[in-house]
Structure formats: structure tokens, C-alpha cells
């Protein structure tokens, strides 16, 4: 192989790597913000329904009573819990895309 032709592959190949790294930063963005759409609308759609047990349209703590600051706390927790779950969910199936092996094609 000469010269010029190792030197064309090498471009060639740099080119398809830097391509790989631009996609695989779209998938992993495009995927975080689908799973953040999903378990914040699910939190949102939570408190839509509930919010009225914890006086949703002005929290304020220090003016709830007892059995308002329960369900505000248990709101707190259960939103935390989704969230959490939802991050883990995210970086699981990216690790397990990451450990795929991938050939990507410029052809649709």
C-alpha cells in the first residue's frame, strides 16, 4: 500500500470515528431527554391529580397542617423515587447500548 492510500485510509477512518462520536453524543442527549420527558410528565401528572391533598398552588410548609405536610412529604419522597429510578433506567440502557457493537451507515 503506498503512501497516499495509507494516508487516504487513515482520513477515512478518522472521519467514520469522529462521525461515530457525533452520533452516539445525539443518541445519548435525544434518549436523556425522552426519559426526562417521561418521568417529570408522570410527576407532573401526580401532583395535577393530588396536589389538592398538600394545597399545590401556594406550598408553603409552614402553613400546612399535619395531614397536608403528610401528603406533601409523600409526594416529596415518591417524586424522588421516580426521578431516581427514571436516571437509572437512562444510564443502564446506555451502557447497555454502549456494549453494543454498532456499525453506522450514511445510507438510510
Avoid at 40 to 67: C, H, P, Y
Avoid at 78 to 94: A, P, S, T, V, Y
Amino acid at each position: 500500500m503506498s503512501y497516499s492510500e495509507k494516508r487516504r485510509d487513515f482520513k477515512r477512518q478518522k472521519s467514520s470515528s469522529s462521525a461515530n462520536e457525533a452520533s452516539w453524543s445525539n443518541i445519548d442527549r435525544l434518549i436523556k431527554k425522552r426519559f426526562q420527558t417521561v418521568f417529570v410528565g408522570a410527576v407532573s401528572k401526580i401532583e395535577d391529580r393530588f396536589g389538592q391533598l398538600w394545597g399545590s398552588d401556594e406550598i408553603d410548609e409552614e402553613n400546612m397542617t399535619s395531614q397536608q405536610l403528610k401528603y406533601y412529604n409523600i409526594f416529596l419522597e415518591l417524586r424522588d423515587e421516580i426521578f431516581d429510578q427514571g436516571n437509572d433506567q437512562r444510564k443502564k440502557l446506555m451502557k447497555e447500548i454502549g456494549d453494543l457493537k454498532v456499525k453506522v451507515s450514511s445510507k438510510l
